[in-house]
């Protein structure tokens, strides 16, 4: 079955500490692969995607995420967090039209 | 400005009662998704609609309805055959490119109790 795993539920760091979120997938095959994040009290959007080309992408606020196919992985990361950061994050894999498989997401919280 | 309304924001309906959860986008996109969402589970696709007068059962379709009469509106019913219909509840809209798929946009999504 298709299926995506965020290996960290909950993270809680400290400004300016570096991230990097998990995101696996269990499928091979052509996939695009997405980010979005929901800030509190806010909708969701989206924060940066893959779907060809150069495996490091870089999406709004400083983030980026590199797409390893070997590896089936597609980990978010960010060099410097900061207060504003603090959001929930979720990993969308998107191996047909129509048909994300959603994370289940990871609470950042970042301590001022 | 464009984008995606959810209304109600907040809904409390007693056990046995239908609910809907209306969707409208001003976005001219052509696909539209309910999603459910519930701690620790990530975002759940319950219906999707890729044109007018036509849908499609997602993952966890049971106890749920939908129609899609307007290009901009995808309302969700919340039936009493649902039997765990206590969540927050996302909409979501995308624009169809040949043999690829888009950013979704979101609305504020509708939370759903029920008493």
């Known amino acids: 079955a298709q299926s995506v795993s965020q290996h960290n539920h909950h993270v809680i760091l400290s400004e300016a500490a570096s991230l990097e979120l998990g995101c696996n997938y269990s499928y091979g095959g052509t996939v695009n692969l997405f980010w979005y994040v929901q800030y509190p009290g806010q909708h969701l959007q989206l924060l940066l995607k893959?779907?060809?080309?150069?495996?490091l992408v870089k999406g709004i606020k400083g983030f980026e995420a590199e797409f390893i196919k070997s590896k089936f992985s597609f980990n978010l990361r960010k060099p410097s967090v900061q207060w504003s950061d603090t959001a929930e994050y979720f990993c969308a894999p998107n191996p047909a039209v129509y048909k994300y498989i959603f994370g289940t997401g990871t609470r950042l919280k970042v301590l001022a | 400005d464009g984008g995606i309304t959810q209304s109600p924001k907040y809904l409390f309906r007693k056990e046995g009662q239908n609910v809907t959860l209306s969707c409208e986008q001003n976005l001219n996109h052509d696909a539209m998704y309910w999603y459910r969402q519930d701690p620790g589970q990530g975002l759940r696709l319950i219906y999707y609609s890729q044109i007018v007068n036509d849908f499609q059962k997602g993952d966890i379709a049971e106890g749920y309805s939908v129609s899609r009469e307007k290009k901009e509106s995808f309302p969700l019913t919340v039936t009493s055959a649902q039997k765990n219909p206590t969540a927050f509840y996302l909409c979501?809209?995308?624009?169809?490119?040949?043999?690829?798929?888009?950013?979704?946009?979101f609305g504020e999504g509708s939370r759903l109790t029920v008493l």
């Open positions: 979501a809209s995308s624009i169809l490119w040949t043999g690829n798929t888009g950013e979704l946009f």
């Open positions: 893959y779907f060809s080309g150069d495996p």
